[in-house]
């Protein structure tokens, strides 16, 4: 990948904190990689966090990056305008360059996820989202936050920040995502097993 061929000698500075998977965990962590050799870890954050507000406030631009029959001239244009509307980290206006390049600008969604995992980590944090049909009694949350911290998913010393997100979709049960990990729980998930098994049956 062009990206990190150009980027090599950042692999000795600061090593990522998780492994990621995927096209879009491998940006990210060559984005990681490459802020930390080339400017800062916090500034690449802090340029893709603005620029994740910029594409979320404009459908047009949300349009553009999922359209995969863009043309290379297209892409180079809408790389272009994103790097005008915020004074972008270089490192970050290296991987939009890229990205554009390569028709992969639909992936920037996931980058940021996958960034903010990286730097969370990097910065002794973990995130833990509890996905439940309904609002959680504080006490509950706090007896699944003290279940998680003593998981192996967050280390000693780190930071747990959790928080409770609705879904009436799943029916009841609860979907931890900690991190990259997801432990799906809910209701909906076991009658989508159920339903296989019987189908594998019949």
Not at 20 to 47: H, Q
Not at 146 to 169: A, C, H
Not at 183 to 195: A, E, M, R
């Amino acid at each position: 990948m062009l990206f990190k061929r150009t980027l090599a000698t950042a692999t000795k500075s600061i090593k990522p904190p998780v492994q990621l998977f995927g096209l879009d965990g491998t940006y990210a962590t060559a984005l990681f990689t490459a802020a930390s050799k080339t400017t800062s870890i916090e500034s690449a954050s802090k340029s893709l966090i603005n620029l994740q507000k910029t594409i979320e406030l404009d459908p047009k631009i949300q349009n553009f990056l999922s359209n995969p029959a863009l043309s290379s001239e297209d892409r180079s244009n809408v790389v272009k305008i994103l790097s005008n509307f915020e004074k972008l980290d270089s490192s970050v206006s290296n991987l939009l360059k890229v990205l554009g390049e390569n028709n992969r600008l639909n992936l920037l969604p996931l980058i940021f996820k996958n960034f903010k995992i990286l730097n969370d980590s990097y910065n002794g944090i973990v995130e833990a989202i509890v996905i439940s049909s309904n609002k959680l009694d504080s006490k509950i949350l706090k007896k699944i936050e003290n279940s998680i911290i003593k998981s192996k998913f967050v280390g000693e010393g780190k930071t747990l920040n959790l928080k409770n997100e609705i879904n009436p979709d799943i029916l009841g049960g609860l979907i931890v995502e900690v991190g990259d990990r997801t432990v799906d729980l809910s209701v909906s998930s076991k009658i989508s097993k159920l339903n296989q098994v019987l189908k594998e049956a019949i």
